[in-house]
């Protein structure tokens, strides 16, 4: 870590005030602890241990580096490859958020990349905080700490540079257990997949969380969380309908509750002059007798969002058409690979099958998120113009091949079924 840093460390009280950090990888680091501020965190099998040296990475296992720092966007540039050895290396940061995809670098060879994390925590005032669920206070998305994860074949990093952003433009995220950042393996959703597509000027701020309602959202201090930071030129993502369908009492259904919740979102942000932004609920694997169309079980719902989004002047992104499109294209059984259908034993302690339609997998956020990305592409909003140089037009009738997708596991696995469905 270069002088600067630990200079700064020395004259003010937390490490957590300094603005940019700056680590040599080549060289020892320590594990992390609160006291120091940063290091080697989560799991030690990649790092060699040294009373007078610190640690140090060995070999090709993936590791993790935290640093402690206050709510925010951070511009991360990392400086990936090895002298000594060839690297394959895919780099994600707090829950499982990917950001480079299968880098690889020969020996020798050095490759940058930048993209901007967004850290935060349950706190939104002196006096308000997101009221989280028990098992949300385990995901890295709501701790004290920005984490990145560096995976792959063999992991070769060589420097991190980190620098706290305050003017890129945020896109927030607002749903339920199809666009959450899923913690743990083998589940995943398409807000922890899109940040892949955006180049190192647009932070990705995923608020959504398992089995949540429109009305919950709000009720939990989300929207709140999101209005405490929200600002002109900054994009709000809305997908609701899994679990508002199954509300019950007076006023629930598609056509009151839910449209008043939507309207209470479009009112906050855009008081704040940012963009509003609707997607219909992805479909629920749930194909007709024949096994060759889907049966739509959201009723109301999409039709609903579309007339309150028709109403005030909203984009919608239709995820309802396109995930439809998308099953129908990989068929009753492969369209099975897309979601988290595991026979017993896959993974540790899973003494039985996983058969989830409705919860995807890492293939299927990663195609879900492309969606999303051409459905922005569709409503011609400006923030399309910060899309990597590698994103490619997508077609749900035309799937990737899942057999090619690569995904190198995280360490963290629960068979665990997330809230909602």
């Not at 940019?20 to 099998?45: K, L, N």
Request: overall charge neutral; proline content about 5%; glycine content about 6%.
């Amino acid at each position: 870590m270069r002088k600067h840093l630990f200079f700064a460390a020395l004259l003010l009280p937390s490490i957590t005030l300094a603005q940019t950090f700056d680590f040599d990888m080549a060289v020892s680091q320590p594990v992390y602890s609160d006291e120091v501020g940063y290091g080697f965190d989560m799991i030690s099998t990649p790092v060699s241990s040294s009373k007078s040296k610190g640690t140090s990475l060995k070999g090709n296992s993936p590791f993790y580096f935290s640093v402690k720092v206050p709510d925010g966007n951070y511009k991360v540039k990392v400086e990936l490859g090895s002298k000594k050895k060839a690297g394959n290396t895919v780099v994600r940061a707090e829950n499982r958020r990917l950001f480079v995809e299968n880098a690889n670098t020969a020996k020798g060879e050095f490759a940058t990349y930048e993209f901007v994390v967004n850290k935060r925590s349950p706190k939104i005032n002196d006096k308000e905080r997101v009221k989280i669920k028990p098992r949300e206070k385990e995901y890295l998305n709501w701790d004290d700490k920005l984490t990145l994860e560096f995976n792959g074949k063999a992991p070769a990093v060589k420097s991190i540079h980190i620098e706290k952003d305050e003017s890129c433009p945020t896109i927030y995220l607002c749903g339920n257990s199809t666009v959450v950042d899923q913690n743990n393996e083998p589940w995943a959703s398409w807000g922890q997949m899109i940040p892949r597509w955006f180049n190192g000027n647009v932070a990705i701020s995923n608020h959504a969380e398992s089995g949540l309602t429109a009305g919950t959202f709000i009720a939990q201090n989300r929207l709140a969380k999101i209005m405490s930071t929200l600002k002109d030129g900054d994009y709000v993502v809305c997908e609701f309908g899994h679990n508002d369908e199954k509300e019950k009492g007076p006023g629930s259904g598609a056509w009151y509750h839910y449209t008043r919740n939507l309207k209470i979102f479009i009112d906050n942000v855009r008081s704040k002059g940012a963009t509003i932004i609707f997607c219909t609920p992805t479909q629920r694997r749930n194909f007709n007798d024949d096994k060759k169309t889907i049966k739509d079980t959201h009723g109301d719902f999409p039709a609903a969002m579309k007339a309150v989004a028709e109403r005030e002047n909203v984009p919608v992104i239709d995820l309802h058409d396109m995930t439809r499109e998308f099953f129908q294209a990989l068929g009753y059984e492969d369209s099975k690979r897309a979601l988290v259908h595991y026979p017993a034993n896959t993974f540790p302690g899973q003494e039985k099958e996983l058969a989830d339609n409705t919860h995807f997998n890492t293939y299927g956020a990663y195609e879900v998120a492309k969606m999303v990305v051409m459905g922005m592409k569709k409503n011609d909003l400006p923030i399309v113009k910060e899309l990597r140089e590698d994103f490619k037009d997508f077609n749900p009738n035309f799937p990737d091949a899942w057999d090619k997708f690569e995904w190198i596991p995280a360490s963290r696995v629960d068979i665990l079924k997330p809230d909602g469905n």
